[in-house]
């Protein structure tokens, strides 16, 4: 009696596993070669040497905590007399601490910058997503909604009270 070969269900070939392979490779290469470039242009801002891969620059700073925040105030003094912005990298993340009026401004003046980081996650729960934690559209609205109460000639009768207040 001779035995019939069934295949019950799908059985991967040769090919369909080296497709499956192939795409995986390819993947991995796009996502490696996008983190690649987007290393770059962050490290075209000037900072601290190259970083280890996954603790980013987090090494430099290891102290006790009594003297953590005496050696970060030292460390940035340092960079400061020199950049107007540093580069700092925590742990995969970018962090750009700005230091001047004029830098802070071409970022805070700018309407398509209004993307919230990572770390406005964690007041979403607490503040919803008012003007402090929303983007997009919803932020745009409820800006428009508030820059005429901080206008110029509007804040100018208040001058006198901001003087005596903050003597």
Not at 27 to 56: D, H, Q
Not at 87 to 104: L, N
Request: hydrophobic letters at 45%; a neutral charge.
């Amino acid at each position: 009696m001779e035995t019939e070969r069934t295949t019950g269900g799908w059985q991967p070939s040769l090919l369909s596993v080296y497709l499956l392979a192939s795409m995986a490779v390819l993947m991995a290469w796009t996502m490696y070669n996008k983190r690649r470039r987007f290393i770059e242009r962050c490290n075209l801002v000037p900072g601290p040497p190259a970083p280890l891969p996954l603790v980013g620059n987090a090494l430099e700073i290891m102290r006790e905590p009594d003297e953590l925040f005496e050696y970060v105030i030292n460390y940035l003094d340092d960079w400061r007399k020199e950049y107007p912005v540093l580069r700092f990298w925590a742990g995969p993340f970018p962090m750009f601490i700005i230091y001047t009026a004029e830098a802070a401004e071409v970022l805070l003046g700018s309407s398509k910058l209004i993307e919230k980081s990572r770390e406005y996650q964690f007041l979403q729960p607490w503040l919803n997503t008012g003007l402090l934690t929303s983007t997009g559209a919803k932020w745009h609205s409820r800006r428009k909604m508030l820059t005429p109460a901080f206008h110029f000639k509007i804040l100018e009768d208040f001058v006198d009270v901001f003087n005596e207040q903050s003597r």
